[in-house]
Nanobody, 125 residues
Framework: QVQLVESGGGLVQAGGSLRLSCAAS????????MGWFRQAPGKEREIVAA????????YYTNSVKGRFTISRDNAKNTVYLQMNSLKAEDTAVYYC??????????????????WGQGTQVTVSS
């Protein structure tokens, strides 16, 4: 059983930056692909970015390409999401998730078995 705990959310002005962290425990971290998802009020939960177990492959949804960077440190059992040039539409609860399937050029949230509790990101315009 993998436990995930997110941190780093908060309130930031448009154009600002935040770095989210997700600490994992209870499993072999390097066996899992890691994803960041987000859910805004009244909307479906959507993928933001994902990274393969070795860190050699990444995926980004189109709206964050060039602004967000996902990375992982397998020695620290932690995955990060660096968010730059934040926009009001990035406001959401951000969730970290772990799964053992990697798809080329797509992400299916059903592949992710373990989820954190979420951290709120609010971008003021």
């Amino acid at each position: 059983q993998v436990q995930l705990v997110e941190s780093g959310g908060g309130l930031v002005q448009a154009g600002g930056s935040l770095r989210l962290s997700c600490a994992a425990s209870g499993g072999t971290f390097s066996n899992y692909a890691m994803g960041w998802f987000r859910q805004a009020p009244g909307k479906e939960r959507e993928i933001v970015a994902a990274i393969k177990w070795s860190g050699g492959s990444t995926y980004y949804t189109n709206s964050v390409k060039g602004r967000f960077t996902i990375s992982r440190d397998n020695a620290k059992n932690t995955v990060y999401l660096q968010m730059n040039s934040l926009k009001a539409e990035d406001t959401a609860v951000y969730y970290c998730a772990a799964g053992q399937k990697w798809r080329i050029n797509s992400v299916d949230r059903n592949d992710y078995n373990y989820w954190g509790q979420g951290t709120q990101v609010t971008v003021s315009s």
